[in-house]
């Protein structure tokens, strides 16, 4: 199975910084990835899709970039409400499978 | 609005058999493929099954091949995870979820295996 492998493992931001969080597969998989947000207590939220395509309702200081292996995802101005979890997915092969996740908190 | 809402979780004894619920609502059910998804603390997540909208094509972990089966009911909006010869690495909380990649998650159900 492709395994996804996220860094840095926790990373500290001051609100109204720059995050960036970094996603590698262990085979290529096309666009195929997709990003998530998981705060807790609740459901996961897709932010991108594509590597790059903002789902729904997503503000615009949250991008995603890359392809074959190598996939980012930047927040441009960290809110509050963006301190939690990330975690990347590929949905090209079959098991589709997920990062162990990049926990975004306060400095 | 999309809703997922999963029921059936709970405290199983290894070897036991726990039937997952998903209830959804908000859009056209038979259009989309459905999953269930686990998280642990150890393993992560896992996608751990899918259906596609008529039913025809489905698919499993390895992990769980052979214990588990998927299912759905178009007519009821729901989909179904059967769990049987349940192990204490099961033990996760499962979410419902739609879509490849997941559109929409559920807020999951805690399974629990245990003696």
């Known amino acids: 199975e492709i395994v996804m492998t996220q860094s840095p493992a926790t990373l500290s931001v001051s609100p109204g910084e720059r995050a960036t969080l970094f996603c590698k597969t262990s085979?290529?998989?096309?666009?195929?990835v997709a990003w998530f947000q998981h705060r807790p207590g609740q459901a996961p939220r897709l932010l991108i899709y594509g590597a790059s395509t903002r789902a729904t309702d997503i503000p615009a200081r949250f991008s995603g970039s890359g392809s074959g292996t190598e996939f980012t995802l930047t927040i441009s101005s960290l809110q509050s409400e963006d301190f939690a979890v990330y975690f990347c997915?590929?949905?090209?092969?079959?098991?589709?499978?997920f990062g162990r996740g990049t926990k975004v908190e306060i400095k | 609005q999309v809703q997922l809402v999963e029921s059936g979780g709970g405290l199983v004894k290894p070897g036991g058999s726990l039937r997952l619920s998903c209830a959804a609502s908000?859009?056209?059910?038979?259009?989309?493929?459905m999953s269930w998804i686990r998280q642990t603390p150890g393993k992560g997540l896992e996608w751990v099954s899918y259906?596609?909208?008529?039913?025809?094509?489905?698919d499993y972990a390895d992990s769980l091949k052979g214990r588990i089966s998927i299912s759905r009911d178009n007519a009821k909006n729901s989909v179904y995870l059967q769990m049987n010869s349940l192990r204490a690495e099961d033990t996760a909380y499962y979410y419902c979820a739609r879509g490849v990649p997941p559109v929409d998650w559920g807020q999951g159900t805690l399974v629990t295996v245990s003696s």
């Open positions: 997915h590929q949905y090209n092969t079959w098991p589709w499978t």
């Open positions: 908000g859009f056209t059910f038979s259009d989309y493929y």
């Open positions: 259906i596609t909208g008529s039913g025809r094509t489905i």
């Open positions: 085979q290529r998989v096309s666009s195929n």
